[in-house]
C-alpha cells in the first residue's frame, strides 16, 4: 500500500486530490495545519508528500527543509500558485521532486503521482539490496588473512557444496552464525530459507513444540495446527545453535529426525518429510558431556560429518585491523559518518585480548561510529572504551601459558565480583546469575587475589547476604 501525504491549509482541495486518487494500493492523508503534517511525516514517512508552498503559519519551504534533512528519500511534490512556482524550481534545485501549478486536472495529478511512487518503490527496492549486500558484506568478514582461519573457511566452501552436516565449533563471538550463513549462500539452498534456532533461549517445556510443531488440542492451548521451526526450513537451511544446550531426551527425537529427514508433530500420528540442510553450533566441550551422558554419542557423530574449528580472535591478531576497518565503513554507513583509524589506533586493538572475540571487536567499533562525529579516530578512543589495555600489555612479557593463567585468572575474579556487587553481596543469587554452583563461585572470587587460582575449602564470606 503506498501511502501519499497531502499537506494544504486548504480543506477542499484536499478532499478533490482525495477523491481524484482513489487507486487500488494508495491510501491519501490531508493535513490542512502545516505542523501536523510534517510531524506524521517524520513520525510515519510516507511514500510521497504533495505539499502547498503557501500556507500559515508554516510556509512550505519550511515544511520541505526540515522533512527532506530528516528523510531524504521521501519524494515531495510542491502545489504552487502561479506567484509561487519560482520558489517551487528552487525548490527542485534544492531536492524537491516536482511541482504542480493550481488549479490542475486529474490527468496531470496522477501523472505526476506515478511517477514519484516509481521513484519512491525504486528506493524501498535499492535500500532492500544494500541490506542484503551489507549481510552478504558480514558474511564475507568471516574471510580472514590468517592460515588457520583460511584452512576452516576453505572446508566451509568444500562443505557447501554438499548437505553434509556440518558442526560448527568456536568460543562465544568468533562468527558461529556468519559462518554458517556463508555455507548457506555458498550452497544450492541459497534461495531457500535460513532457519536459525537458539537451543539455549528457549525453555526445555518449549523447545520441542518450536522445534517439530504440533497439531490442534495436542496440548492446553493448541488451538490450532502450527508448523515446528524444523519445517519452515523445508528447501532450505536449518542452523541448530547452541546444540550442546539440548535436553538428552530431545536429543533422541532430534537424532530420528536427522537419520530419516521425516518427524512428527506433537500429538500427530503421520510422519511430516523435511527436505532442509542440518548446520549446529556450539561453545562447549561436546566430548566431555558425551563422558558425562550429558549428550548422546550417536547424535554427535552424525551431526559433525565435518567439523569446523574457529580460532578466537587472539590467535589471529592479523585479522583485528581488517575487521576494524570492515565495521568501521559498515557502521559509517548506517550511521551517516567518515571514520577511519590512525595507526596509534589499530595498535591498541592489537594490544587488546578480545575475549568476547569478532561479537565484541563489531560492538566496540559500532559504539565508537555512534559516539564521534567522524574524522580519525586515535589511541585514546578505544583505551577510553578499554581500560584493560595496560595489563594486556604488560602480559605479553610472559611466556604465552602464564600470561593465558594470569589473564583467565584475573578476568574470573573481576567478573565474579561485579556479579556479586550487582546482587549486593548475596552469594547464592550472584551464582545463579553466573550460571555456576556457589563452591564454584567462590573460587572465581578467590581468583583476583591468588592468581594462581587454587582451590580451598570456600567459607561463608561476611556480607554475603546469607
Not at 422 to 429: D, I, L, P, T, W
Not at 457 to 462: G, I, K, L
Amino acid at each position: 500500500m503506498s501511502r501519499i501525504l497531502v499537506i494544504d491549509d486548504e480543506a477542499a482541495l484536499g478532499e478533490n486530490i482525495q477523491r481524484m486518487l482513489r487507486l487500488p494500493g494508495v491510501s491519501v492523508c490531508t493535513y490542512t495545519d502545516p505542523a501536523k503534517g510534517l510531524a506524521e511525516a517524520l513520525t510515519h514517512p510516507p511514500d510521497l508528500v504533495l505539499l502547498d508552498v503557501r500556507m500559515p503559519g508554516m510556509s512550505g519551504e519550511e515544511v520541505f527543509a526540515k522533512l527532506h534533512e530528516a528523510q531524504p528519500g521521501v519524494p515531495i511534490v510542491f502545489l504552487t500558485a502561479f506567484g509561487s512556482v519560482e520558489g517551487a524550481v528552487l525548490a527542485m534545485r534544492n531536492g524537491a521532486f516536482d511541482y504542480l501549478q493550481k488549479p490542475f486536472n486529474r490527468d496531470e495529478l496522477l501523472l505526476v503521482v506515478k511517477r514519484a511512487l516509481a521513484l519512491s518503490s525504486l528506493g524501498h527496492e535499492v535500500e532492500k539490496l544494500r541490506g542484503r549486500l551489507e549481510a552478504l558484506g558480514e558474511a564475507d568478514a568471516a574471510q580472514s588473512r590468517n592460515s588457520m582461519m583460511l584452512d576452516q573457511m576453505d572446508k566451509c566452501r568444500k562443505a557447501a557444496s554438499t548437505d553434509a552436516t556440518v558442526m560448527i565449533l568456536g568460543e562465544s563471538g568468533t562468527g558461529k552464525e556468519v559462518t554458517a550463513r556463508y555455507i548457506h549462500n555458498q550452497s544450492r539452498r541459497k534461495d531457500g530459507p535460513f532457519v536459525p534456532v537458539e537451543c539455549s533461549a528457549m525453555p526445555g517445556s518449549l523447545i520441542e513444540s518450536e522445534l517439530f510443531g504440533y497439531e490442534k488440542g495436542a496440548f492446553t492451548g493448541a488451538e490450532r495446527t502450527k508448523k515446528g521451526l524444523i519445517e519452515s526450513a523445508d528447501g532450505g537451511t536449518l542452523f541448530l545453535d547452541e546444540i550442546g544446550d539440548l535436553g538428552v531426551e530431545l536429543q533422541t527425537r532430534l537424532f530420528r529426525f536427522v537419520e530419516e529427514r521425516a518427524l512428527r508433530r506433537l500429538g500427530g500420528l503421520t510422519q511430516v518429510r523435511v527436505d532442509c540442510r542440518i548446520l549446529c553450533a556450539t561453545n562447549q566441550d561436546l566430548v566431555a558431556k558425551i563422558k558425562e551422558g550429558k549428550f548422546r554419542e550417536e547424535l554427535f557423530y552424525r551431526l559433525s560429518v565435518i567439523t569446523v574449528k574457529l580460532p578466537p580472535l587472539r590467535e589471529r591478531p592479523e585479522d583485528i585491523p581488517h575487521l576494524a576497518r570492515f565495521f568501521l565503513e559498515k557502521f559509517s554507513r548506517r550511521y551517516g559518518k567518515s571514520l577511519s583509524g590512525s595507526p596509534q589506533f589499530y595498535e591498541v586493538l592489537l594490544r587488546q585480548r578480545w575475549p568476547g572475540n569478532v561479537r565484541q571487536l563489531k560492538n566496540v567499533m559500532e559504539r565508537l561510529t555512534a559516539l564521534h562525529q567522524g574524522g580519525v579516530l586515535g589511541a585514546e578512543d578505544v583505551e577510553e572504551d578499554s581500560p584493560n589495555v595496560e595489563a594486556n600489555t604488560s602480559l605479553s612479557y610472559l611466556p604465552w601459558k602464564d600470561a593465558r593463567e594470569q589473564y583467565l585468572a584475573s578476568f574470573e575474579g573481576s567478573y565474579a565480583n561485579a556479579v556479586l556487587a550487582r546482587c549486593k553481596g548475596n552469594v547464592s543469587a550472584a551464582a545463579r546469575e553466573a550460571g555456576v554452583d556457589r563452591k564454584t563461585f567462590y573460587v572465581l572470587l578467590k581468583r583476583e587475589k591468588d592468581p594462581q587460582g587454587e582451590e580451598s575449602t570456600p567459607q561463608a564470606e561476611p556480607g554475603s547476604g546469607e
